[in-house]
């Protein structure tokens, strides 16, 4: 699908969702180029009387959400989050999901992990039979080369993510990504518990047995997985 198609979905899906929030909810609002147009058209509700209050899983997020009107606190500052949407980098058969593309998938975790409904939206080049994405940890930088080794003894193919001046990427944490790069995630759940071992990663992309719902935007419509 060439990349006018896809952004028509992502604009589509994001469109779409923002019907499943309601009057009064507390809303945990995911990061990158899908939710932009979520949040984009979120704000038109809220401009048009919509009560909600957003919690923001990035930075960025809070910023846009805040500058068209939505009401804005932290994960801390609300008592529980009704629901949850986010987009995704991919998705498996098994609706287990890869974050953090964006670089923000640790913000992301700890608002999804809060939220009592999480509801994915995705144009169709996201899903997948097997995982096989860059599965993106957010590492401490004190010891990030030491554990770049050790990730790469362990033939999981890591690299550390930069930016377009060859600087480490930060994400709002102040911490690296180091990318690992796998032909095919056979075992998610194997791996995530490995990962989840490993002193100095803070958090590992694998979104596992989060997603309660997932748009996925088709050429002819949206098709709704619960
Ligand atoms: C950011 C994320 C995003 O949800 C993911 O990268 C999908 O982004 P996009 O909607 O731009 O394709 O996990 O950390």
């Known amino acids: 699908m060439d990349s006018e198609a896809v952004k028509k979905q992502k604009a589509e899906v994001g469109r779409e969702a923002v019907d499943f929030i309601k009057d009064g909810m507390i809303v945990g609002i995911g990061s990158g180029s899908t939710m932009w147009y979520l949040v984009e058209a ?4 809220v401009q048009a009387g919509l009560n909600i209050v957003g919690v923001p899983t990035s930075k960025y997020t809070r910023e846009h959400a805040e500058r068209l009107g939505i009401m804005m606190k932290n994960v801390d500052e609300v008592d529980h989050i009704d629901l949850t949407i986010d987009g995704a980098d991919q998705i498996d058969e098994n609706y287990q999901g890869i974050k953090g593309g964006g670089a923000s998938h640790l913000m992301e975790k700890i608002v999804a992990v809060n939220s009592r ?7 169709e080049t996201k899903t997948v039979k097997t995982l096989s994405y860059p599965v993106p940890l957010e590492v401490i930088p004190y010891g990030s080369k030491q554990l770049e080794k050790r990730l790469a003894k362990m033939g999981l193919n890591p690299r550390l993510r930069l930016d377009e001046n060859q600087q480490p990427v930060l994400t709002d ?3 690296y990504i ?10 998610p759940k194997e791996l995530a518990s490995t ?8 958090e590992h992309g694998f979104f596992l047995d989060i997603a309660n719902t997932i748009i996925v935007q088709h050429p002819d419509g949206p098709q709704i997985i619960n």
Do not use: A, E, Q, Y
């Open 42 to 45: 979120l704000g038109k509700r």
């Open 173 to 175: 944490s102040k911490n």
């Open 178 to 187: 180091i990318d690992l790069f796998l032909d095919h995630i056979d075992d």
């Open 195 to 202: 990962l989840d071992s490993i002193t100095g990663i803070v």
């Open 117 to 123: 409904k999480n509801m994915w939206i995705v144009d």
